[in-house]
């Protein structure tokens, strides 16, 4: 990991904008999400190799150490995300609403423009409770609610220690419905990865499976208030221990609604009353008491890490500071160091003091 860039220059992609980075440390690869594309860098911000072909929404991005692979949720559904990356490609019909953490093999990404169904890049594990409280509807009253939980599908991923065993996270898109109480939780599912595998599939546009486990390992609550689309970027850092949630901003006006938060690491899931949820109760993550504070819920106003950031180790992160103009989308991912102060907890690495 000796003399990473200061700054990695994505180049101009036409997919989408960029969702989120994952690096492998070992070969030096970048590996970054353009919406509907994979793409994989040398760290000078040469492309190696891309992966198209899926016609769904490819968010954050995890990559897993042990296997060698890249895992990332990918979400296929008809509200307005699923319309519009429908619409990029060009499609006009409707398709099945379901979510998958899809695994690419980075070895064999070897060249631009692979096909996810075609190429053997790319296997794919649905999501059983994630796509089931996205279609949840029930009665409270006269009013019929939607997306239990207010799932609007998936996006943060990770892989972090849960009770001394390394888990893959997987965080639930919220819808910022301002009018409903039930979505100021982020809610994140655990997976023993290794359980994941057998359920592994290739998934088609005429092939939209179902293959994957009848549940998650555990789910967990986090209480931040309301954001809009909850986490976008999910990723435990070995150095401080924590796993930090970047989001885009909520807007209920009791909440401080901050761009990051930081699940404390130390301490362990508790069973506690969820708020706006009428008395239900779940095993919750807290929060760092570390950083801003509002109405006692702490966390940052740092402005990046939705489209992507990686815990490099040592206190260093790589954070993607996005560029878009109508069709074209990119990305410098600048390195930053972890300061832990309330008002500016991260600040870029200077020429020449690169790790």
């Given amino acids: ?44 911000g040469r492309e190696v190799g891309s992966v198209r072909g899926f016609t769904g929404h490819l968010g954050c991005l995890a990559y897993c150490e042990e296997d060698g692979r890249v895992y990332a949720s990918l979400e296929y559904k008809n509200d307005a995300i699923g319309k519009g990356v429908l619409h990029s490609l060009g499609i006009r019909s409707e398709i099945k609403n379901a979510f998958y953490i899809a695994a690419f093999d980075g070895e064999k990404i070897t060249r631009s423009g692979m096909n996810a169904e075609t190429d053997g890049v790319m296997t794919t594990v649905f999501l059983r409770e ?39 996270l997987v965080a639930y898109g919220i819808y910022g419905d301002v009018e409903r109480e039930d979505n100021d939780h982020q809610v994140i599912l655990s997976y023993d990865p290794k359980a994941l595998v057998p359920y592994e599939d290739i998934l088609r546009a005429d092939h939209i499976h179902e293959s994957g486990p009848p549940s998650c390992k555990e789910r967990f609550f986090v209480y931040t208030g309301n954001t809009t ?68 819920i702490y966390g940052y106003r740092f402005p990046y890490g939705s489209t992507g950031m990686i815990a490099l180790g040592g206190g260093y992160f790589y954070f993607s500071e996005d560029h878009s103009q109508p069709g074209e989308f990119s990305s410098e991912i600048r390195l930053y160091r972890y300061t832990g102060d309330g008002r500016k907890p991260f600040e870029p690495v200077r020429k020449g003091e690169g790790v």
């Fill in 1 to 44: 990991m000796n003399h990473l860039p200061e700054v990695i220059r994505t180049g101009v992609y036409r997919g989408g904008h960029i969702q989120g980075i994952a690096m492998d440390k070992e070969r030096k690869y970048i590996y970054c999400s353009f919406t509907t594309e994979l793409v994989k860098l040398d760290l000078n």
């Fill in 130 to 168: 994630p796509t089931e409280d996205y279609l949840c509807e029930w009665t409270r009253g006269e009013e019929t609610r939607k997306h239990r939980f207010g799932c609007s599908g998936i996006d943060g991923v990770t892989f972090a220690p849960i009770r001394g065993e390394t888990r893959l």
């Fill in 229 to 296: 689309y909850g986490v976008q970027n999910m990723e435990y850092d070995p150095f401080t221990g924590d796993i930090f949630l970047a989001v885009y901003r909520g807007w209920k006006e009791q909440f401080p609604n901050f761009k990051m938060y930081a699940i404390d690491g130390s301490r362990a899931p508790e069973e506690r009353v969820l708020a706006g949820m009428d008395g239900a109760r779940g095993m919750t993550l807290s929060l760092r008491e570390r950083g801003l504070c509002g109405n006692g």
